[in-house]
């Protein structure tokens, strides 16, 4: 099993110099703060029986065979992740996991909206990775879980966010 990296609360690689523009201007969640925020969300759908879908986009296959580094590979990830944040709305959340995962939180997204959302990104995220990462042998993968649905509720969501985002 892969292990993930938690991020600090003040930013993800904890040293913004080493950072790209597009990470620094981004605004990723560090991985508290996207707890804090899921843990409302999960309050206020319930609350007002509106939707909640979790989105985890895993392209950690590709960018673990490819010849860059550790730190590399969570710049990559970063800066995948503030290409998402730029084109959704304000109101969903991306949230860094580690080399090659990203949480999307989509407030007011029904499970199909969100999967169509993950199969829109996996279309476009492939062109986004550098040659020596697209060209490996990895596969992009998106896990959705959405809040409420007919037998999925609040035990099931935070079953998979046990599975998928707690393993920090």
């Known amino acids: 099993m892969d292990t993930i990296t938690p991020f600090p609360n003040s930013h993800p690689l ?14 990723l969640l560090s991985y508290p703060e996207f707890r804090r925020l899921l843990g409302q969300e999960i309050k206020r759908s319930e609350r007002y029986c509106e939707y909640l879908s979790l989105l985890i986009i895993d392209f950690s296959s590709l960018v673990k065979k490819s010849p860059l580094s550790p730190k590399e590979r969570v710049e990559v990830t970063i ?22 995962r990203l949480a999307l939180m989509l407030a007011g997204t029904s499970r199909e909206g969100a999967e169509y959302l993950a199969s829109k990104l ?16 990895g596969q992009i993968k998106a896990m959705v879980t959405s809040y409420p649905e007919a037998g999925n509720g609040k035990e099931n969501l935070l079953k998979f966010i046990n599975s998928h985002l707690l393993l920090v």
């Not at 996996?122 to 042998?137: F, H, N, V, Y």
């Open 79 to 100: 800066n995948i992740g503030g290409r998402i944040k730029g084109s959704i709305r304000e109101t969903d959340f991306v949230c860094p996991l580690g080399q090659g």
């Open 14 to 27: 904890g040293n913004k110099g080493n950072l790209g523009a597009s990470a620094l201007d981004s605004s």
């Open 122 to 137: 996996k279309e476009s995220l492939l062109p986004l990775l550098s040659p020596e990462i697209a060209e490996g042998d």
